[in-house]
Structures are given as C-alpha cells and as structure tokens.
Nanobody, 120 residues
C-alpha cells in the first residue's frame, strides 16, 4: 500500500501563497493518479485537484481554478499543490490521496492532512 505524508500548511493572510507537498512511499506511486482534497470546519471533504500518473493531465475544482496548480515529481515520489491568491474560504485541512483512474473518487489511501489557515 502507498503511504502518504502531507506538509507545508500554515497560517497566511488573504492574498498570500503556500506550497503543499505530499511525500509517498511505495513502488506503485509513479503509475498512480494522485489528488488533493480538503475539509473545512463543519463541511464535507471536497475534491480540489487531480493529476495523471504521467503529469500531463490535470483537473481542478471550479473554486480553485486559476489559483491552484497541482504537479508531481515521480523521481522524488512527491506531489505538490501550489496555492496562490489564497482566500479565507480556502481554510481547511488538506489531504493527499491516491485516486481512481477517472473521476474525483479516492482509492482509499490517505495521508493525515496538513492545516491551511487563511486570515482576513
């Protein structure tokens, strides 16, 4: 099974930027579609972004399009989420996950998450 560890969260002011990292272990990482999810206080976990195993195809939630960028470095077994122009509504715990081959559904492998807090 793939093990995932998220990092890079923190407290920032609105308009600021953060880059989240997800370090993965396991031989299947380079052939796995990866994604980011987030869960805000009092809300359900929601899809944020996904990237194909080769990094050529990406998808984003409408709420983050134009502001967030997902990328991966298979040589380092790491997936990233660059977050720019952050808004208070981006405040949430962000999770990295192995994705199913299509859609916005995780396969069941999760990290423990990293907290992102955006102040106004």
């Amino acid at each position: 099974q793939v093990q995932l560890v998220e990092s890079g969260g923190g407290l920032v002011q609105a308009g600021g930027s953060l880059r989240l990292s997800c370090a993965a272990s396991g031989r299947t990482f380079s052939t796995s579609r990866m994604g980011w999810f987030r869960q805000a206080p009092g809300k359900e976990r929601e899809f944020v972004a996904a990237i194909s195993w080769g990094g050529r195809i990406t998808s984003y939630a409408d709420s983050v399009k134009g502001r967030f960028t997902i990328s991966r470095d298979n040589a380092k077994n790491t997936v990233y989420l660059q977050m720019n122009s952050l808004k208070p509504e981006d405040t949430a715990v962000y999770y990295c996950a192995v994705m199913k081959s299509v859609g916005t559904t995780p396969s069941g492998s999760w990290g423990e998450g990293t907290q992102v807090t955006v102040s106004s």
